[in-house]
């Protein structure tokens, strides 16, 4: 896989500016960093370490006191819209 592109977020601050991230979608884990996708499909990369957890490819993070978690309910939410999605396109 290609490197991340895109900033490394560190809590919610992004190099010089900052930024509101509602939810981030684990696309990958590479090298300690969680390459995740904005819902403004955007790619940001994660450091691990801020992360509280097991975390894992497909699952959402949501940001509290700077740490981020999976939530396995918004996760569950995703995936079930994804299958619906997928199952409507092959039909």
């Known amino acids: 896989m290609p490197a991340a592109k895109g900033p490394i977020l560190n809590g919610l601050s992004c190099g010089s500016y900052r930024m509101v991230i509602e939810m981030l ?3 990958r884990i590479e090298n300690g960093i969680a390459v995740c996708e ?8 994660l450091p691990l370490e801020q992360c509280s957890g097991p975390v894992n490819e497909g699952d959402v993070l949501v940001e509290s ?8 309910e918004q996760t569950e939410k995703l995936r079930e819209e994804v299958r619906r999605l997928s199952k409507k396109l092959f039909e």
Do not use: C, F, L, N
Request: aromatic share 6%; hydrophobic share 30%.
């Open 25 to 27: 979608i684990v696309d």
């Open 38 to 45: 904005t819902e403004g499909q955007e790619m940001v990369s």
């Open 65 to 72: 006191g700077g740490v981020y978690r999976a939530d396995p």
